[in-house]
């Protein structure tokens, strides 16, 4: 799973590519924590590039999630296909997390 | 043809096989008849759930550990058995419902859910080891 990290002002833009899954989620987390660590406390997930998400991958974001809003921060998510956005309402995380259908309109909202 | 309508896999018990196990069973699925969405989200997601199951709880990642996957094509369906060493659990009594509101925010706590809701059946029995058994119907073959 190989994350491409990139700044646009203060929110720090973190592509994923391929499976977000149990075997990989922990370099998500560090990943998103040490930027965190370093200021970057506004995070937008980009998913355009990612395949599929278990349970493990979407808990890793509802734990970022919460770390970033007690930091003062948030996180958005973008891109997501038909398939993963399923996979969030199916769970009701749509309710949890701001989706946005581009990078641009996720950008918008923070 | 009946070498083509089965797959037996045997992994060590590693998190990093799993994508590789999910790959195997999509590709030996595709050109089957199964949707897209069954492809790349049903079938990958839930199998991926059963595999970390099996690693992490029923072998304790343990690599001598093995975990052992059978794929069976049927006429309606795919049916895959993830087998592990462990004591096997009560699937009913351990799927929980991540969306309400208590439940919502925990990290852990979707993965039965999820195996349940994106395959037609799970199945849970003793064989060798401890099973885990999916069946995804083709569309336009429900029980």
């Not at chain 1, 149990?22 to 990612?50: C, M, P």
Request: charged share 30%; proline share 2%; glycine share 8%.
């Amino acid at each position: 799973m190989p994350l491409h990290v990139s700044r646009q002002g203060d929110v720090v833009i973190v592509e994923i590519e391929g499976q977000l899954i149990v075997s990989n989620r922990q370099e998500l987390k560090q990943r998103v924590l040490d930027e965190a660590e370093t200021g970057g406390r506004k995070i937008l997930v980009d998913f355009s590039r990612t395949g599929y998400i278990d349970s493990a991958g979407l808990g890793v974001l509802v734990s970022l999630a919460k770390r970033l809003r007690e930091l003062g921060g948030d996180i958005r998510l973008a891109n997501l296909n038909d398939d993963l956005q399923t996979l969030f309402e199916l769970t009701k995380l749509d309710t949890l997390f701001q989706i946005a259908d581009s990078k641009e309109r996720a950008l918008e909202t923070f | 043809m009946a070498g083509l309508r089965t797959l037996d896999l045997r992994i060590p018990s590693e998190l990093q096989h799993i994508e590789g196990v999910v790959a195997a069973v999509v590709h030996r699925c595709a050109g089957h008849a199964f949707d897209d969405r069954q492809l790349a989200l049903n079938l990958p997601v839930a199998l991926t759930e059963a595999l970390s199951n099996a690693i992490l709880r029923g072998n304790g990642e343990d690599s001598a550990k093995e975990v052992r996957v059978r794929v069976e094509l049927t006429d309606d369906a795919v049916i895959v058995e993830v087998e592990d060493d462990g004591q096997g659990f009560d699937l009913d009594a351990c799927t929980e419902d991540p969306t309400t509101p208590e439940n919502i925010e925990r990290e852990d706590g979707r993965g039965l859910f999820l195996m349940r809701a994106l395959v037609d059946r799970v199945e849970n029995f003793r064989g060798a080891g401890n099973v885990v058994r999916l069946t995804l119907r083709r569309p336009g073959h429900a029980a």
